[in-house]
């Protein structure tokens, strides 16, 4: 077998020392995201977004296209020509009638700046409606934000849960050792362990799923187990006024802003409707060669009659779109007010319901436990009252929990329903 040099082997130490670092440092779960973070990320790799976005360039061009002058027309004429022989003198090749005509159309009653104005309005409808997309897809990410601090939370819960019954079969075993519970109730504890157990278990999926979600729309390729994210999971019962809420919304909703632009832009649609309805005339110059008068030119224009169709299909049809687009921007307005008042009854509802939560029950809740749990292990309270006395505290801290969660969704249907966060 062939021996490695001293110095070759010390590079091949070092560099599998660099490949293990780099190994670990990839296998390194990263710091976990703040909802700014997070939401940072959404917007920079977000496929659907980035491809939304696109389509306000599209419409730019489209501004381009519309504001551009009609092209002029040039137009070369050889006339009179005798390609054969014995013809009369008139008819040879030297006395052909060449002929060259350039011609512009103008167009009357501001045609190609309403154009322009149209296509500016449809990139400020096309903008509206990237931000209503945005919109829509922030409130799932926040979703899936909140259901991923909501699953720690319930998984750090079940974990205390698992921990403190453990402490208590410690305890239980050591009373079964001395002769003080019988076997039966050792062993009823001991099954009951199987449900917490189960409650880690669930609760880990939980957790684990949340952050395939995420992740999802983050359009990220890192495995969960190095991802994370942090934030506050708590309520707070300061509440601006509903009135406060709509006022904001009417002034935000991006739905909204793109219903009164498609108003604005009908109109516009109409005023170039009738404006097409009129006469554009043509104006041409040509210079030429006529023998014997040599060369010449001229000036003209054709000025179209306008007496059987004026547009007035399209007159009305842009008039009839003016009333459906009000329309439309009315149900959308009183959309707004629906999803506004709709959040916020959920919304305080939650408050309502949290309050004697923090305030009270789970203070009663801790209190009844390490109470009943005390006197159970001190001959004063019978198994039945103890597990009893756990199932009660289990189930009050995970119904705070849950509220909490749903305080926090109904939070970001508010902030979807007026169009920006104003519940943080």
């Not at 959404?42 to 002058?69: C, G, H, M, W």
Request: net charge neutral.
């Amino acid at each position: 077998m062939k021996r490695l040099s001293s110095q070759a082997l010390v590079f091949l130490l070092l560099g599998t020392g660099l490949s293990g670092r780099a190994f670990a440092q990839a296998r390194a779960p990263q710091p976990p995201l703040t909802w700014e973070q997070v939401r940072q990320r959404f917007e920079q790799n977000n496929p659907i977004l980035l491809a939304s976005k696109l389509t306000i360039d599209e419409s730019k061009a489209q501004e381009v296209t519309a504001y551009l002058r009609p092209n002029p027309a040039l137009s070369l004429t050889a006339d009179q020509i005798n390609p054969f022989s014995g013809g009369p003198p008139h008819s040879t090749f030297g006395t052909v009638l060449s002929v060259a005509t350039v011609s512009y159309l103008h167009e009357r009653r501001h045609k190609r700046e309403l154009r322009l104005e149209s296509a500016r309005e449809a990139t400020g409808i096309a903008t509206s409606g990237q931000a209503d997309l945005e919109r829509n897809l922030l409130f799932s990410l926040r979703n899936a934000f909140v259901q991923t601090l909501q699953a720690k939370a319930v998984l750090r819960l079940a974990q205390d849960n698992l921990s403190y019954y453990d402490d208590v079969l410690k305890v239980s075993r050591e009373r079964y050792k001395a002769g003080d519970i019988a076997q039966v109730d050792l062993d009823r504890l001991e099954l009951q362990r199987v449900q917490y157990e189960s409650d880690v278990q669930t609760a880990q999926v939980n957790l684990r799923t949340a952050k395939i979600q995420l992740l999802t729309l983050l359009n990220e390729r890192i495995p969960v187990e190095q991802f994370d994210v942090t934030g506050t999971f708590d309520f707070t019962d300061q509440l601006q006024t509903l009135e406060e809420f709509r006022k904001v919304a009417l002034d935000t909703r991006p739905d909204l802003r793109a219903a009164t632009q498609a108003v604005n832009k009908a109109k516009t649609d109409h005023r170039l409707a009738t404006a097409n309805g009129s006469t554009d005339p043509i104006f041409g110059f040509d210079v030429g060669r006529n023998p014997p008068i040599d060369q010449y030119f001229g000036v003209g224009v054709s000025i179209p009659l306008r007496i059987f169709n004026r547009n007035q299909g399209e007159k009305l049809r842009t008039q009839l779109d003016i009333t459906r687009n009000e329309r439309v921007r009315d149900a959308i307005q009183a959309q707004v007010f629906s999803d506004v008042d709709s959040a916020y009854a959920t919304l305080s509802s939650n408050v309502i319901l949290l309050g004697p939560y923090k305030a009270k029950y789970l203070q009663q809740a801790v209190r009844v436990r390490d109470t009943i749990t005390f006197s159970y292990q001190h001959g004063g309270a019978s198994l039945l009252d103890f597990l009893n006395a756990q199932s009660e505290y289990r189930s009050v801290e995970r119904n705070y929990l849950s509220l909490i969660g749903s305080y926090l969704i109904a939070a970001s249907q508010l902030n979807l329903a007026v169009g920006r966060e104003v519940i943080p």
